[in-house]
């Protein structure tokens, strides 16, 4: 069975220049650009989709002409393994007007939303310890990049 989900994001005119973008952030690759055709409702030669890979995942980006509507409801999550990679991932996203949100959540330039959370954050909340698992809740609620020293803190002196 070849069954699949791809994510479709739509933008107003963006979507190969979104493409471009998480393709270098995630070191990924283009697949294909289709272009919208004569009596097409935009202009002959505008970019239609842009499919790309990245992580392994296959997204598609829609140029529709008209601007899109993103919110937190639905959002990309990514697990580091390391502080050096939250601080790569979180840094990338935000470049060039993104903006920080509370807990591990950013929009980026294009105004999708993403968690850089990495792998410890839930693994840590969810200890069978609820005094542990508590105190890394409040320590996380308290950032906006996580911090992974300060997270294992937390979760040591508690």
Known sequence: MRTKITPFILFNTE????????VSVFKGKMLKVERYPDNAPMNAGTVLTASFEILGMTFTALNWGQEAKYTEGISFAIEP???EEVDYYWNALIADSGQEGPCSWLKDKFGISWQVAPEILPRLMSDPDKKKAMAVMQAMMKMKKIIIKDIQAAYDNA
């Open 81 to 83: 393994d390391t502080q």
């Open 15 to 22: 979507a190969e220049e979104a493409a471009k973008f998480y």
